[in-house]
């Protein structure tokens, strides 16, 4: 349902203008309805640039991102507005995902007045906030304070609930838990994979944590300096990679010094 195809991106290189130095070439995948691929590779190797390239927030040199078919590269502001709605991110620094001057409960409730799925500051926007709130375990008495008043985990959830309020059809999550306490990990994890169970959305899931990926993703894509070296069933690539990089990811991985 999501389709990538071709797609390249480079950035200005230094002060000339037209030096551009290439960091994603000729990148392909799809990942269907409810399915999860995990984006693995190095720091640096371009997971992130890839992950807003896909959602148009840079521009790219060639290429194009297709959503249930429709070529989200030819869309006019105006009905690329749309099927933002249906793609959301999630980052690996919750911090800055977040208003520092709103409560909570107004970032929650901004992505539906936004998107005009509510009456604003009604009844039904308030029943819809708790409900988020309640789904991606959030204490309802948080939904008062600011993002600095709460810890990181629960930053995240309401990260969670504000992305989810929109039904998404496309989640990517950078890194969601890389800044999280291992046991908060887990959790964050667990409720992204009910979620997804529960929504059924397409997921691209960035990760330097192999043992994450094991446990969310269906299928790896593996990125090599802007290039895809490897993709696969995610047992099949980690059990048995055929790429030399892949290997070496995994070896690195085990030995404990992987930086992402
Ligand atoms: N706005 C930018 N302008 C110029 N170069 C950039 C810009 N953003 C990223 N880069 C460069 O592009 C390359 C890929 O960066 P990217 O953030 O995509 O890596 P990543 O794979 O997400 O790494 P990490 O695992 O550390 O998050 C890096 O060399 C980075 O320095
Ligand atoms: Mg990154």
């Known amino acids: 349902m999501i389709a990538i195809k071709n797609l390249s991106v480079s950035y200005s290189a230094g002060l000339m203008k037209k030096k551009r130095r290439s960091i994603l070439e000729d990148v392909s995948?799809?990942?269907?309805?409810?399915?999860?691929?995990?984006?693995?590779?190095?720091?640096?190797?371009?997971?992130?640039?890839?992950?807003?390239?896909?959602?148009?927030?840079?521009?790219?040199?060639?290429?194009?991102?297709?959503?249930?078919?429709?070529?989200?590269?030819?869309l006019r502001r105006g009905p690329l507005r749309v099927y933002r709605k249906d793609m959301q991110i999630i980052f690996q620094n919750p911090e800055s995902a977040l208003n520092p001057r709103m409560r909570i409960y107004d970032s929650i409730a901004e992505m539906l007045r936004i998107h005009r799925l509510c009456a604003p500051r009604g009844q039904d926007e308030r029943a819809r906030v708790m409900a988020l709130t309640e789904m991606v375990g959030l204490g309802a008495e948080h939904l008062r304070r600011y993002p600095h008043e709460l810890s990181g985990g629960q930053v995240q959830r309401a990260v969670l609930a504000r992305i989810l309020s929109v039904r998404p059809k496309f989640l990517i999550a950078d890194e969601p838990t890389s800044m999280l306490d291992v046991s908060v990990q887990a959790q964050i994890l667990s409720l992204l994979r009910r979620t997804q169970a529960?929504?059924?959305?397409?997921?691209?899931?960035?990760?330097?944590?192999?043992?994450?990926?094991?446990?969310?993703?269906?299928?790896?894509?593996?990125?090599?300096?802007?290039?895809?070296?490897?993709?696969?069933?995610?047992?099949?690539?980690?059990?048995?990679p055929q790429h030399e990089y892949t290997s070496s990811l995994i070896r690195q991985f085990s030995q404990g010094y992987v930086e992402g």
């Open 198 to 240: 529960k929504n059924r959305h397409a997921c691209l899931f960035i990760s330097h944590d192999l043992d994450v990926v094991r446990i969310i993703s269906d299928r790896i894509v593996v990125l090599h300096e802007g290039r895809i070296v490897e993709t696969g069933v995610t047992d099949r690539v980690l059990d048995n």
């Open 29 to 74: 995948f799809d990942i269907q309805d409810g399915e999860t691929l995990a984006l693995i590779g190095e720091s640096g190797c371009g997971k992130s640039t890839l992950a807003k390239a896909v959602l148009r927030l840079i521009p790219c040199d060639s290429g194009d991102v297709r959503l249930n078919g429709v070529n989200l590269s030819q």
